[in-house]
T-cell receptor, first 105, second 117 residues
Framework: GEDVEQSLFLSVREGDSSVINCTYT??????LYWYKQEPGAGLQLLTY?????DMKQDQRLTVLLNKKDKHLSLRIADTQTGDSAIYFC?????FGAGTRLTVKP | GAVVSQHPSWVICKSGTSVKIECRSL??????MFWYRQFPKQSLMLMAT?????????EQGVEKDKFLINHASLTLSTLTVTSAHPEDSSFYIC?????????????FGDGTRLSIL
């Protein structure tokens, strides 16, 4: 199986919160990352968290890290239609398959 | 900051043509750059790691003679798809990492869509 796993699809209504979950296997990763990819574009680094932290907040984004369970999540508050994209969870060199977030008006 | 420029963004060419894609870090030095390939609705597949001043390291199954990589400076890496065929059609994305170490995040270019007729 893949080293980084995440669900493939998530659909929410505009204004709701979105939570994208990820599990990873390499406990030696110093940082864990979230990237956003819009159609036909490259990846945009959204945020990253140092492995000795359990939470990081950046405006509408909240990252939670459970190092014991190797579980990472990205919460987007007040989700907007512009947030529709594919979100990739990543260790240093390994990427998940991406979660396609669809935001309905 | 941390802008990575990739050029061209889209190229269509005939089978048998060689195509060069450039990846530049505009405002930082990148000892290491990475080349990925992405098929529709799939994740990124790492093709090779490009190190400035040395030979690239290719992932298993990637033909080094088919995908030539040159990383001649701290701000530029190129990928040349030699004698491209329709099966090489894909979205190619590069990324660059600060020279500060392997734990630095990667910053991605906008990708190159390659279509071989």
């Amino acid at each position: 199986g893949e080293d980084v796993e995440q669900s493939l699809f998530l659909s929410v209504r505009e204004g709701d919160s979105s939570v994208i979950n990820c599990t990873y296997t390499d406990s030696s990763s110093t940082y864990l990352y979230w990237y956003k990819q819009e159609p036909g574009a490259g990846l945009q680094l959204l945020t990253y968290i140092f492995s000795n932290m359990d939470m990081k907040q950046d405006q509408r984004l909240t990252v939670l890290l459970n190092k014991k369970d190797k579980h990472l999540s990205l919460r987007i508050a007040d989700t907007q239609t512009g947030d529709s994209a594919i979100y990739f969870c990543a260790e240093t060199m390994r990427f998940g398959a991406g979660t396609r977030l669809t935001v309905k008006p | 900051g941390a802008v990575v420029s990739q050029h061209p963004s889209w190229v269509i060419c005939k089978s048998g043509t060689s195509v060069k894609i450039e990846c530049r870090s505009l405002d930082f030095q990148a000892t290491t750059m990475f080349w990925y390939r992405q098929f529709p609705k799939q994740s990124l597949m790492l093709m090779a790691t490009s190190n400035e001043g040395s030979k690239a390291t290719y992932e298993q199954g990637v033909e080094k003679d088919k995908f030539l990589i040159n990383h001649a400076s701290l701000t530029l890496s190129t990928l040349t798809v030699t004698s491209a065929h329709p099966e090489d059609s894909s979205f190619y994305i590069c990324s660059a990492r600060y020279s500060g170490g392997s734990n630095q995040p990667q910053h991605f270019g906008d990708g190159t869509r390659l279509s071989i007729l």
